[in-house]
């Protein structure tokens, strides 16, 4: 079955902690993102990478990090310099030359909770 | 700049009546591809269905529908015979060729289908 998991489904940190979102794809897309999305809103760029070793900051990038090291995998940290880190985290791929236009399919998300 | 706007937060329908979601959209770009999604409560991103701008004619995936007006820039949904099971989240996104493999989101509309 291809499709995108991501890991773990409820994860809760403590304040001050670096935690590690995990995102793989087996579609053999090219283009992977993360979206944050708060409760009653919509979602918000975080980054996103069009090819291996490549990314590019979104809307709201300040206190998260991401790597590209494989096709299939796009990992996202959030790190402690980030003020509000509790949301609902959503990883998503889309396939495709960036000359063409194609639907994104997204993971189950990750929900976040800094106590 | 992109730029998506649903303008609906919240919709009312009878089951198996129809309705219609709103979405306007802002771009500059001639080619751009508009999309619909549904998110459950359980937080999954669900695809809908596809609209290109080159496209003559509306496009159609059973139930849903997208009535593209692309003088007006709108790309409304409507979703016939409405079930309770369509009771959730919608967006509309945008993703235009000149902007990579970006996708822009609408803050959504909740819609609630009443027995």
């Known amino acids: 079955d291809g499709g995108i998991t991501q890991s773990p489904k409820y994860l809760f940190r403590k304040e001050g902690q670096n935690v590690t979102l995990s995102c793989e794809q087996n579609?053999?897309?090219?283009?992977m993102y993360w979206y944050r999305q708060d409760p009653g809103q919509g979602l918000r760029l975080i980054y996103y990478s069009q090819i291996v070793n490549d990314f590019q900051k979104g809307d709201i990038a300040e206190g998260y990090s991401v790597s590209r090291e494989k096709k299939e995998s796009f990992p996202l940290t959030v790190t402690s310099a980030q003020k509000n880190p509790t949301a609902f985290y959503l990883c998503a791929s889309s396939g495709g030359a960036a000359t063409s236009i194609y639907e994104q399919y997204f993971g189950p998300g990750t929900r976040l909770t800094v106590l | 700049a992109q730029k998506i706007t649903q303008t609906q937060p919240g919709m009312f329908v009878q089951e198996k009546e129809a309705v219609t979601l709103d979405c306007t959209y802002d771009t500059s770009d001639p080619s751009y591809g508009l999309f619909w999604y549904k998110q459950p409560s359980s937080g999954e991103m669900i695809f809908l269905i596809y609209q290109g701008s080159y496209d003559q004619q509306n496009a159609t995936e059973g139930r849903y529908s997208l009535n593209f007006q692309k003088a007006r820039k709108s790309a409304n949904l409507v979703i016939s015979a409405s079930q309770l099971g369509d009771s959730a989240m919608y967006f509309c996104?945008?993703?235009?060729?000149?902007?990579?493999?970006?996708?822009?989101f609408g803050t959504g509309t909740s819609l609630t289908v009443i027995p």
């Open positions: 996104a945008m993703r235009a060729i000149n902007t990579g493999n970006q996708f822009y």
């Open positions: 579609l053999n897309h090219d283009a």
